[in-house]
């Protein structure tokens, strides 16, 4: 067995043989045997055909991926319009002689290195889209018709790059998955798979010989095993066949809302760890994000992470959350969670350490590049940010006061920003004990049954010995829940639960009954809940 | 000759689809449209990919300048444009 590994586009399995695509080369001769006039003329004729096809691509994409992602079809037909491109294609076929093929392709690629070359990274990517315009108007100067990639079998399909248009042509009932050499997770043929909901992983260095074996693409774990073992085979064919069993479900539950049998309604987020997960949290139906865990990206990091850095990824998490909730936790990093560049030394207790709200208190620089790129993003869709560890009324006024800072620094340079709803973690028995007052400076809490449940037993749970001792259930753990949820109420914040606990089925029906308003868990974990929350009755008197 | 400025408010800059928009509305025109970015760099509007290579961010201010034709006319008409889309 071989094990290659990439960037995953996409949570899943797929699951087939693989099938390698090699574009083929195009072989154009660079001298015309006709006069410039008649080969301009051909270029005319055949770039109003490639607008044509994009139209119809057009169609096609609005219908599978939508108008969002489908525009880029639009866009391409424009580029096609474009003075400076069909001037330097009309230049290159007076002045050389040359056959339209090649200027075409020259001029594609001209067009396409001064795009790589600049140095903002939505404007890079646009490299890609004049290549394969470029490609599609040689295609028709050759009479060819688009480039048959699979053939009858169901594959995994392996190629150096897909272009978006090739990626919307793929015949989807064959399409098992697909690997490739290059493109980024935030290209558009990236964006399309995710949407289409094909595993896909990128820059994986495959090798020629993959071609026709069995393959396993493992979404979750960012890798490909070529010939896997039976073993493996068999678990990963259990990991699809629950897949799939959780999309049966979902097709059962989708856009069914979250409403007990006498009508009390709750919402289910997500909790998500990395911008990857987003296409999870839509497959689950899950109504918002609860927790972001936003210290990702300061853990994938070499340095800090830069404002602009961070916006980029902010704002594709809630691009893609299309206006539903996402609730931003601020940097939580030390404890367990370390980065070598924060310099944070080493301590005997590190639960109880220099770790959250109280590195971004005292390094306040590195709080402020997070909350403009959060501010940033919030002009794009529904943003709350949430402060964790909090034990105290003035950490809450002075993150909040750091926040209008950024505010006023952002609207200074102009920057578009929208209203953002603020809320703290309730994960220490201190916050516990003065929810009231705490309510009275935010819009919501949400509780991380994790640390809650660790700093009031006092048990470490990674201490296996203590098993014993420990009680998730513990009636300490559930009184502080319950007072968290009273106090929030009392003061107009709603509260969540995005710990653990949150996910556990035989307290689904407690919490509802202690009036929680949000629980926030895996994406796996949305529609088995809400198929609990579908099935309770809290008219009836509770089970003793 | 007319000009106006305009400052973008479209978070991610001029990208693809309103440059698009633009050359389109320009090329509808009887006027020259020129955009200039602080720093003097200019493409005409009605140049889709050359105004992208502009790399306008969002928060920057740029030069219209409406030439010939009825100036007045197109210069409400850009300036209609860009409150709409950019």
């Known amino acids: 067995m071989q094990v290659a590994t990439g960037k995953s586009i996409l949570n899943g399995i797929a699951i087939g043989p693989l099938r390698i695509y090699k574009q083929v080369e195009t072989q154009t001769s660079q001298i015309s045997s006709i006069t410039p006039e008649e080969e301009y003329a051909r270029f005319d004729a055949a770039r109003v055909k490639a607008q044509e096809q994009l139209g119809g691509l057009y169609d096609k994409a609005l219908d599978e991926v939508g108008e969002e992602n489908a525009s880029i079809f639009e866009i391409h037909q424009m580029m096609l319009d474009d003075d400076d491109y069909l001037d330097a294609v009309k230049g290159i076929i007076d002045t050389q002689g040359a056959t339209a093929e090649y200027a075409v392709s020259t001029t594609g690629e001209n067009f396409a290195a001064a795009f790589a070359d600049m140095e903002d990274e939505y404007m890079r990517a646009r490299a890609a889209d004049v290549k394969d315009i470029s490609r599609r108007v040689v295609n028709v100067l050759l009479g060819k018709g688009d480039e048959e990639m699979m053939d009858d079998q169901p594959a995994i399909l392996v190629a150096d790059d897909l272009t978006p248009s090739e990626t919307v042509q793929l015949d989807k009932s064959k399409l098992l998955g697909f690997i490739t050499r290059h493109g980024s997770s935030n290209s558009h043929t990236a964006i399309l798979a995710r949407t289409m909901n094909i595993p896909a992983l990128v820059g994986v260095d495959f090798q020629d010989d993959w071609d026709g074996k069995l393959a396993v693409i493992d979404g979750y774990n960012h890798c490909v095993y070529i010939e896997p073992a039976q073993e493996l085979l068999s678990a990963m064919e259990e990991k699809r066949a629950n897949d799939i069993k959780q999309e049966a479900l979902l097709q059962s539950l989708k856009k069914k809302p979250n409403i007990t049998l006498d009508g009390k309604e709750i919402k289910v987020y997500a909790n998500i760890g990395n911008a990857g997960d987003v296409g999870l949290v839509l497959q689950n139906d899950a109504q918002g994000i609860g927790l972001f865990r936003s210290e990702f990206i300061y853990l994938d990091s070499k340095d800090y992470p830069s404002e602009d850095q961070q916006f980029m990824l902010y704002k594709r998490v809630v691009e893609t959350m299309a206006g539903k909730k996402v609730i931003i936790r601020t940097l939580d990093i030390g404890a367990d969670k370390q980065a070598d560049y924060f310099e944070l030394d080493r301590e005997e207790n590190p639960a109880l350490g220099y770790r959250a709200i109280r590195i971004c208190l005292t390094r306040k620089e590195v709080f402020k590049t997070q909350l403009r790129a959060i501010l940033r993003a919030s002009a794009f869709g529904t943003v709350s940010i949430m402060f964790p560890m909090i034990i105290s009324v003035r950490e809450v006024r002075d993150a909040k006061e750091i926040l209008e800072e950024c505010r006023a620094e952002l609207q200074e340079r102009g920057v578009a920003m929208g209203r953002v709803e603020i809320g703290v973690m309730i994960e220490t028995p201190a916050a516990v004990v003065i929810a009231d007052e705490l309510a009275e400076e935010v819009e919501f809490f949400s509780l991380g049954t994790n640390d809650l449940t660790q700093y009031t037993l006092a048990i470490d749970r990674q201490n296996p010995k203590l098993d014993n001792f420990y009680d998730s259930h513990h009636p300490a753990v559930l009184r502080m829940i319950r007072h968290t949820i009273e106090a929030g109420h009392r003061h107009g914040c709603w509260v969540g639960i995005c710990g653990e606990l949150g996910a556990d089925q035989t307290l689904t029906e407690t919490f509802l009954r202690m009036g929680v308003d949000e629980l926030s868990v895996s994406p796996s974990s949305v529609l088995p809940l809400r198929k609990i929350i579908r099935s309770l009755d809290l008219s009836k008197v509770e089970k003793a | ?86």
């Open chain 2, 1 to 86: 000759m007319k000009q106006f400025t305009y400052t973008i408010t479209d978070p991610v800059g001029i990208h693809a689809r309103p440059a698009g928009l633009l050359a389109k509305a320009a090329k509808a025109l009887d006027s020259t449209v020129t955009i200039t970015k602080a720093g003097g760099k200019a493409a005409a509007a009605t140049k889709l990919m050359a105004v992208m290579g502009l790399g306008v961010k969002t928060g920057e201010t740029i030069t219209f300048t409406i030439e010939g034709g009825n100036e007045e006319a197109s210069a409400a008409a850009m300036e209609q444009f860009c409150k709409d889309n950019m």
